[in-house]
Each structure stands twice: as C-alpha cells, then as structure tokens.
C-alpha cells in the first residue's frame, strides 16, 4: 500500500524524513454472500475511493476490466481468466456498465463460475473488477489506487460487518472513522446463516442475540486510544470472527508554537528529537501516523498534535529518534485525511 502513494524524501541534516502523500472508497454487490455459482450485482460509488469517475460523462462510456482470484493466484495481483483478455483501452460492450445516476454505475454477473470460465475444482476466492472509461485513461480504484475485490464464499458459515462502511481491498479495511470521546459507533454485522451472534468492544460483550443473521448495537465511546470491534457467529460448535480497529479522539491539546520553530521539520541539536509544525486552520484534530515508535501507521494518542490558540497551526514535537535513520510519515487531518509534508 505506501509503495503506491506518492513519495516526497526531504533529506534534513542527520535524520532524514520521508513525507508520503495520499486519500477513501466503497464498492456494493447483491447478494451479500455471493458464491461462485450465484448471480451478482455490483454497483460503484464514484464519489468514494480515488473519484477516478466522480462526474464523468457521458455516463454510458464506463465500462468494467474484471477477473477473479482462485487458489492457483499468486497474489492479488495475478487476476486469472480476466474476460475475453480485452485490450484495457478498448471498450467492449459486453462489459459496459449500467448508469444509476448520482454517479453510481452498476454491473451483472450470471453465474459467477460460467460467466469467468473457471474450471471445477479449481476455488474462486475473490472477483478483481475496476470501473473505467472507454479508452481506459480514467479509471475508478481504491483510495490508494489498488483494485477493487468482492469475496466469492462456499457454503460454510460466514460473516462481515455492513456498518461501518468497508473498503473492498484485497484485506477489507473500514473507511475513515472519525469519532471523538462521547460520540456513539453504528454497528451491523450480518452472517450468510442463522445464526448465534454477539458484538465486542475492546473484548466485552456489548449485545448478543440467537438465531439470527444480522446484529446491530450502538455503543458509547468513553475512552480515547485504539480500539477493536469483533463480531462472532456460531452455529453448533463452529464459530467465524470478524474484527477492526479504530481510533477515538479527544479534545487536542492547546499549546502556542515553541520558540522559534517554523512551517515543517525543525531539528534538534543532536538529531534525536524534531517539532514537525503544520499550517491547517479550522480543523477539529491532526496526528501524526508513520514509522515512528509506537506508531505503526495507526493513529495513537501520543502522536495528536498540539493546536494553537488561534486554530491556525498544529505542532508535534517527537523524541527518540535515530540520527541517520528515514522516517516515512504522513499527517492525518480530522480521522481521514492523509497528507504529506507539504514544506
């Protein structure tokens, strides 16, 4: 994923910073739990992921360039018996989507196995599609430009959440959550079977219910950090599991600007510490997420910089670094915007 990013490496004295840039996204389909002799309908938001479609006319030049992959795939990648092999430039109207207005485009599958002409024995696990123009030079993706991916299932005990909203990577990931101490989480999960079903937050129960395939519950966040959301399903003695994780924010700190910084990346004498100071007025909150410790890519309280009491500026200073060493980083404004150092 941050291969795919843009990349900007601002080479300071002693430690060196490298700031990556980046954007979120949603793909529906019908039935929920498609198996690979269904039938199935796929619909795109192109104001989600990277808008690639987000206004296009006309509506009818879009079309769809899609595969699957099977067990014999080496990777997400490696999309197997991609329809009719089309030159990804030239339209073809056996796959040109239906417009739904409201940019929404929709396309239909008829049995999911004969339509890809996949072989018996051979065990689809996911359909690879993107949306595109008919020349292919603009093309709907992910938010951070991958393809899209629809789980194929079997027959065995299933689930997945609905709310929150999903990516459809190759690893589903929610979109953006944005949530601050005192706000509640809609959340829903659904299992292809009925089902016993129970809800976690951060490992306690927070709802259950027997004998049904959907479980909805509400809860009041009242503790900032990272936290986890788990579903299960059981039937009989098998049970499936479904989680992710999430940050919740509490009021940013206000703090004037240290003496003597400036817009960006200030070193400290000895190159073990920097204030990294960002322009961004009228926003609610903005962390730092990268490769510093204890950060991992993950929003995490220690790293929610400091507001000024103007609202204009955001400042973070951040020790135990290593002389000589990169540090990929990126800003992540309000939960769900991702942006690289801009100075």
Same mark, same amino acid.
């Given at each position: 994923?941050?291969?795919?990013?843009?990349?900007?490496?601002?080479? !300071?004295?002693?430690?060196?910073?490298?700031?990556? &840039?980046?954007?979120?996204?949603?793909?529906?389909?019908?039935?929920?739990?498609?198996?690979?002799?269904?039938?199935?309908?796929?619909?795109?938001?192109?104001?989600?992921?990277?808008?690639?479609?987000?206004?296009?006319?006309?509506?009818?030049?879009?079309?769809?360039?899609?595969?699957?992959?099977?067990?014999?795939?080496?990777?997400?990648?490696?999309?197997?018996?991609?329809?009719?092999?089309?030159?990804?430039?030239?339209?073809?109207? &056996?796959?040109?989507?239906?417009?739904?207005?409201?940019?929404?485009?929709?396309?239909? #599958?008829?049995?999911?196995?004969?339509?890809?002409?996949?072989?018996?024995?051979?065990?689809?696990?996911?359909?690879?599609?993107?949306?595109?123009?008919?020349?292919?030079?603009?093309?709907?993706?992910?938010?951070?430009?991958?393809?899209?991916?629809?789980?194929?299932?079997?027959?065995?005990?299933?689930?997945?959440?609905?709310?929150?909203?999903?990516?459809?990577?190759?690893?589903?990931?929610?979109?953006?959550?944005?949530?601050?101490?005192?706000?509640?989480? &809609?959340?829903?999960?659904?299992?292809?079977?009925?089902?016993?079903?129970?809800?976690?937050?951060?490992?306690?129960?927070?709802?259950?219910?027997?004998?049904?395939?959907?479980?909805?519950?509400?809860?009041?966040?009242?503790?900032?950090?990272?936290?986890?959301?788990?579903?299960?399903?059981?039937?009989?003695?098998?049970?499936?599991?479904?989680?992710?994780?999430?940050?919740?924010?509490?009021?940013?700190?206000?703090?004037? !600007?240290?003496?003597?910084?400036?817009?960006? #990346?200030?070193?400290?004498?000895?190159?073990?510490?920097?204030?990294?100071?960002?322009?961004?007025?009228?926003?609610?909150?903005?962390?730092?997420?990268?490769?510093?410790?204890?950060?991992?890519?993950?929003?995490?309280?220690?790293?929610?910089?400091?507001?000024?009491?103007?609202?204009?500026?955001?400042?973070?200073?951040?020790?135990? !670094?290593?002389?000589?060493?990169?540090?990929?980083? &990126?800003?992540?404004?309000?939960?769900?915007?991702?942006?690289?150092?801009?100075?």
């Amino acid at each position: 994923m941050l291969a795919m990013m843009k990349r900007t490496l601002l080479f !300071l004295s002693g430690v060196i910073f490298c700031a990556l &840039q980046g954007k979120a996204q949603l793909l529906s389909w019908s039935p929920d739990f498609a198996k690979d002799n269904d039938n199935i309908s796929i619909t795109v938001d192109a104001s989600k992921g990277n808008q690639g479609l987000l206004n296009y006319n006309p509506v009818s030049d879009v079309y769809v360039h899609t595969g699957v992959i099977t067990n014999l795939s080496t990777g997400p990648t490696n999309w197997r018996y991609v329809k009719f092999n089309q030159n990804f430039n030239v339209p073809n109207a &056996q796959l040109q989507a239906t417009s739904l207005g409201g940019n929404k485009w929709r396309f239909d #599958i008829t049995n999911i196995r004969s339509y890809y002409g996949v072989p018996a024995g051979e065990t689809i696990l996911r359909i690879a599609i993107l949306f595109r123009n008919g020349n292919g030079t603009v093309v709907q993706r992910n938010a951070d430009a991958s393809d899209m991916y629809i789980p194929v299932y079997d027959n065995s005990l299933a689930v997945r959440f609905t709310a929150p909203l999903f990516q459809p990577l190759y690893t589903p990931l929610p979109e953006s959550i944005v949530k601050q101490v005192g706000d509640n989480i &809609q959340l829903t999960a659904i299992a292809n079977q009925s089902s016993g079903m129970k809800l976690f937050l951060d490992g306690t129960e927070i709802h259950s219910a027997t004998a049904v395939t959907t479980i909805s519950a509400n809860p009041l966040l009242t503790t900032s950090g990272n936290h986890t959301v788990r579903v299960d399903a059981t039937v009989g003695a098998v049970t499936k599991s479904e989680s992710f994780s999430f940050f919740v924010a509490t009021a940013p700190n206000v703090a004037p !600007l240290p003496a003597g910084v400036r817009d960006g #990346i200030n070193y400290e004498a000895g190159n073990t510490a920097a204030t990294l100071v960002l322009y961004a007025p009228g926003k609610t909150r903005v962390s730092v997420i990268g490769e510093f410790p204890g950060s991992n890519w993950v929003e995490q309280t220690n790293y929610v910089m400091n507001k000024t009491p103007d609202g204009n500026y955001w400042w973070l200073r951040i020790t135990g !670094l290593t002389p000589g060493q990169e540090y990929a980083f &990126q800003y992540l404004v309000d939960g769900t915007l991702k942006v690289g150092e801009p100075y």
